[in-house]
């Protein structure tokens, strides 16, 4: 690929020393499991979004699934969430015996909205996930105004922000995954929860370590998720260049709208007020399919997501008509983006797409 769909690597390369450094730090200390690297990157990263907590977990799924539990939900309780999202964000509610409930999200913003949420809701309705995809900010505010508390899902949105904070610090709690391509991405698996919520940040923490606050007394059925202090020593070293790296996946999504691509093919639109760090800059095209193989063959990385909504799935099944999901899932394509893409590659494949629709 000449123009890959992801490039992390890039803005990693001036930290390599810095990197090797906070690894040898770990490495000197003896200290793997929850130590000093975990506690200081959960203060770090509860500082950046504007919270009050943050519990390091081992990826993001395990992240949604102690979140849920930590906020109360369980077995009889229904938590809505969107369809239109990366399987783990339904998935995760499986373990905590509650029953999705899927609502529709708005095909502009790939997010849920008030309308979609209201539709799905119902007095058994404990929780609704948020889900910010592809680094849109959901409105957040809006949805707890209808009296549900909000997870949500910022997997995709670390570094973006919107009109009332950023993502991590809108809801009852949120979480985050540092999977290797995600803005804020790790060297391995690692998640976190974020919350302002003193006693959903302590259930958090007893649920991480096997339902144990004392390592001594078990309360409850917990898990084994914690985030290692290899993992926070390498994301303390990039937190702080998040906001840069956003800035720069914003500038080149404002390359892509002032490249004229948007008389072509639909661009995504921004949620009200939202700076969104675009983790995917996702268009859509009733040719995507027939775009993704032209870009393919001039060395572009393009692909659709979730063509096969969550609904659909067949460990989930069920029997509904979601229009905007329907719609977004048969007409996604993402484009490449990332910190460092320049505004002379975001020519080529805007130059490509337009070749390939002539
Ligand atoms: C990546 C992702 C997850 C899951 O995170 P993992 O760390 O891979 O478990 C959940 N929700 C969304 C929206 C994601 O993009």
Redesign the pocket.
Known sequence: MTIPLFDTASALAPLHDELRAAIARVLDSGRYILGPEVRAFEAELAAYVGAEHAVGVA???DA?TVALRAMGVGPGDEVVVPSF??Y??AEAIEPTGATPVFCDIDPATFCVTPETVRAALSPRTKAVIA?H?FGNVAPVAEIEALGVPVLE?A??AAGSLGPDGRPGSLGAAATF???PS?NLGAFG?G?AITTSDARIAERARMLRFHGSRDKQTFEEFGYNSRLDELQAAILRVQLPHLDAWADGRRAAAACYAASGIGELVTLPSATAGAQPAWHLYVIRSERADELAQALGAAGIGARAYYRRPIHRQPAIAVDLELPGTREAARTNLALPISPTLDAERVGEVAAALRAALA
């Open positions: 990826n993001g799924t949604l999202s990366f783990a964000s889900v995809l899902d997997a995709q995954s540092f999977y995600k698996d998640g």
